[in-house]
C-alpha cells in the first residue's frame, strides 16, 4: 500500500475564532490558514479546472434549499444554522485520477474533505460536512455515467452521479426497461451508488440496496485505486484501453456477479464510512417477473398495528410478500396528499378525532400497508388468496388494487410506481405539511414483532407530540428487521421548532437505547451520540473502526467524524455534539 506522509500537526479543533481575510470562506478549514486555504483552492484548480472549484464565502448565497436542485455546501433542511454544517469549497472532479490528486492534495495541507454523490441524502445532512469548513467533493457533477449495463448479467455499473431516474432512463433508452427493472428508493433523485453505501432502502424484491450492489472501485485516502471482490483479479481476456488510465481498464468479467472474491470481504468497510471514496459501483437488477399487481390493505384502528406486524412477519419469512412492505401511518400519506393547513386550522397536534376524520376523508386506515405481487397471474392467485385470507382476519381490514382508486393522486397510484422500480417525485410533498418544511429522519431498528411495533410506536408517538409535532411514519420491513422512520417535519425558518426537534431526537434517541434499539443512519448533528449507544464491551467495534481509520487515513482528511468515527488528529470531546450544543455558529 502506498504510504502517506504523516503531517506534525496539533489535534484539530473547531477554528471559529482564525483570522479571516478578504475572498476567505464562511469557515475556513480546521488548522488551515487563510493563506493555506488560498494555496490549496490555486492546487485544486489546476487538477479540475476553474468551472469545477466553487468557495463559499456567504452566508447569504446559501439559497439552495430545494430537492430538485439541491445545495452542494450546506444542509438544505437545515436544523443548526444553515452556515454551521458548511463546505468552505466544493470540488467536483471529472475522472477517477483527479479524485486521488484531490486526496493527496488533501494530505498535503491536512484540509478535511467530505465526499458526496448528488447531495440529496436529505434527513440526514444533505451534501454538508460533518466538520465545518471541510471540502466538498462533489462526486457527482461530472461523474455521472451509466458505464454498463449488461441484459444477459441483469446488472449495471455506475459512477456517483447517476440517479434512480439516471438509470431508469437509460433502460427505457435502450429499451431494456421491460426487461430489467431498477428498485428505487420513495424519491427517484437519489445517487443509486451513494445511497446504497448509505445502505438505503426500497420496496422491490430487490429493496435491501446494499445487498445488491456487487463490486466497487475504491479511492483510499492516499490516493490509492483499489477493486474490490472478483474486481481485484486482472482479467486477460478482456481488452486493454490503449493510453488509458488504470481505472479506465475493464474490470474482470465476473465483477458484478460475484460478490466476494478472495480473502476478507471489504465491501462493508466503504459503506457509512470514511475510508475510502467509491468511484464505480455495480449494482444488481431484477429481472421482468413476468406479472405484476401492487395493491393496498387499510386497517382501521390504531391498535391494530400489532397484528398487522405479526401477519407480516409470517409472510415475510415464508416468502409470500416478495417485496419490501411498508406500514405507513395516515398522516404520511395525507401529508402527501396536502398541508397540515388544508386539513386542519390548529397549529397544536392533531387529535385522535382529526386523524381519524382525516383517514374518513381519504378513504384510508390508521394504518396503510402497501404491497405488491409478482410472477405470473398463477402465481399472483394464489398468493393473493393467502393476502386476503390472512390480513382479512383483521376486523376492518379493506382491500383495493388501483383500479378500485379512482383519484390518480392517491398515494396507491405512486406506490404502484415504486413497487415497480419507476422513480417518482411526488412523495417529496410531505415534507410541506408544514411552512417552510424540512426534516429530520429518525430511523431505529427492532425484530419484527406486534409487541416491539407497538412500544417502538408508543415511545416515539408519545415524544413526538409532547415537543408539539405530529407523528408522521413508516415501518419498512426487511428479511427479518423492522426499519421505523420517523419523520420529523419542522418549519426551517421557525428557531423554537429547529431547538425543539433537535432536543426531541435525541431524547429519542436515549428513550429507544434503553430497549435496545439502534438507529440504522442519522443526521451529521447525531452522529456521535449514535455511535456511544454501539458500545458492546467497552465500545469494541468504535475501537476497531479508530484503527482502520488511523492506518488508512493517517492524516485524518476523510470525513473526519462520520459516524462518530474521529481520526487521531482530532480532538474528538471538542468536536462532539450533544443536547446542550448550541445551533448557531
Known amino acids: ?27 475556513l478549514p480546521p488548522g488551515a490558514s487563510s493563506e493555506d486555504f488560498k494555496e490549496y483552492i490555486k492546487k485544486a484548480i489546476e487538477i479540475v479546472g476553474e468551472e469545477n472549484v466553487t468557495v463559499i464565502t456567504d452566508k447569504d448565497g446559501l439559497t439552495k434549499e430545494n430537492y430538485a436542485d439541491p445545495s452542494k455546501a450546506h444542509d438544505m433542511f437545515h436544523v443548526f444554522d444553515k452556515d454551521y454544517f458548511v463546505a468552505s469549497a466544493v470540488v467536483a472532479p471529472r475522472k477517477v485520477s483527479e479524485v486521488q490528486a484531490i486526496m493527496k492534495l488533501c494530505n498535503e495541507y491536512g484540509i478535511p474533505v467530505w465526499p458526496f454523490s448528488v447531495g440529496r441524502n436529505v434527513g440526514y445532512g444533505g451534501a454538508a460536512p460533518r466538520v465545518p469548513g471541510s471540502i466538498g467533493l462533489d462526486m457527482g457533477r461530472n461523474m455521472n455515467k451509466v458505464i454498463e449495463v449488461n441484459e444477459s448479467g441483469a446488472y449495471a455499473l455506475v459512477e456517483p452521479g447517476v ?37 438505503g432502502v426500497g420496496y422491490t424484491p430487490y429493496g ?123 398522516l404520511l400519506d395525507a ?96 415534507v410541506d405539511w408544514l411552512p417552510n418544511g424540512a426534516h429530520l429522519f429518525f430511523s431505529p431498528i427492532s425484530k419484527i414483532s406486534g409487541e ?46 429547529k431547538e425543539r426537534v433537535h432536543k426531541l431526537i435525541r431524547q429519542l434517541i436515549v428513550d429507544c437505547a434503553a430497549h435496545g434499539w439502534g438507529e440504522y443512519r442519522t443526521h451529521l448533528a447525531l452522529m456521535d451520540q449514535i455511535a456511544e449507544t454501539y458500545n458492546f464491551n467497552d465500545n469494541a467495534q468504535m475501537k476497531l473502526n479508530e484503527k482502520i481509520k488511523n492506518v488508512l487515513d493517517p492524516n485524518g482528511i476523510l470525513a473526519p467524524g462520520k459516524n462518530g468515527i474521529w481520526p487521531a488528529t482530532y480532538n474528538k470531546q471538542a468536536w462532539r455534539l450533544t443536547a446542550e450544543s448550541s445551533l448557531t455558529r
Open 1 to 27: 500500500m502506498a504510504s502517506v506522509q504523516v503531517k506534525k500537526i496539533v489535534y484539530r479543533v473547531p477554528n471559529d475564532s482564525a483570522k479571516k481575510n478578504a475572498g476567505d470562506p464562511i469557515a
Open 163 to 199: 440517479t434512480y431516474a439516471d438509470l431508469y432512463a437509460y433502460l427505457v433508452e435502450k429499451k431494456l426497461d421491460q426487461k430489467l427493472w431498477i428498485d428505487t428508493p420513495d424519491l427517484g433523485g437519489g445517487s443509486v451508488l451513494g445511497n446504497a453505501i448509505e445502505r
Open 208 to 330: 435491501d440496496h446494499f445487498m445488491m450492489h456487487c463490486g466497487m472501485e475504491v479511492v483510499l485516502p492516499s490516493g490509492e485505486l483499489l477493486r474490490t471482490g472478483m474486481g481485484a483479479m486482472p482479467d486477460p481476456t478482456q481488452p486493454h484501453v490503449e493510453g488509458g488510465s488504470i481505472d479506465q481498464q475493464p474490470g474482470n468479467k465476473c465483477w458484478q456477479l460475484f460478490n466476494y472474491g478472495f480473502g476478507p470481504y471489504n465491501d462493508g468497510i466503504f459503506t457509512q464510512s470514511n475510508l475510502g471514496v467509491v468511484t464505480k459501483m455495480g449494482i444488481w437488477l431484477m429481472v421482468n417477473p413476468g406479472g405484476y399487481q401492487p395493491y393496498l390493505i387499510t386497517f382501521p384502528k390504531d391498535s391494530d398495528l400489532p397484528k398487522v406486524v405479526d401477519i407480516i412477519r409470517e409472510l415475510r419469512l415464508a416468502m409470500v410478500l416478495q417485496n419490501v412492505p411498508s406500514i405507513r401511518h395516515v
Open 335 to 430: 401529508a402527501v396528499l396536502g398541508t397540515k393547513a388544508s386539513y386542519s386550522a390548529s397549529d397544536k397536534p392533531l387529535t385522535d378525532n382529526e386523524i381519524d376524520a382525516i383517514a374518513e376523508k381519504l378513504n384510508l386506515g390508521r394504518w396503510n400497508f402497501y404491497g405488491a405481487l409478482y410472477g405470473p397471474k398463477p402465481i399472483q392467485d394464489v398468493m393473493w388468496q393467502v393476502v386476503k385470507q390472512t390480513f382479512g382476519s383483521i376486523e376492518g381490514a379493506k382491500f383495493f388494487l388501483p383500479e378500485d382508486v379512482p383519484d390518480k393522486k392517491a398515494v396507491l397510484h405512486i406506490r404502484a410506481k415504486t413497487l415497480q422500480g419507476i422513480p417518482t417525485f411526488d412523495e417529496l410533498k410531505w
Open 452 to 497: 416491539d411495533a407497538t412500544l417502538q410506536y408508543s415511545i416515539t408517538k408519545k415524544r413526538v407530540t409532547e415537543a408539539g409535532f405530529d407523528f408522521i411514519a413508516t415501518f419498512t420491513i426487511g428479511m427479518r428487521e423492522m426499519h421505523h422512520i420517523v419523520c420529523l417535519v419542522f418549519n426551517r425558518n421557525d428557531v423554537g421548532q
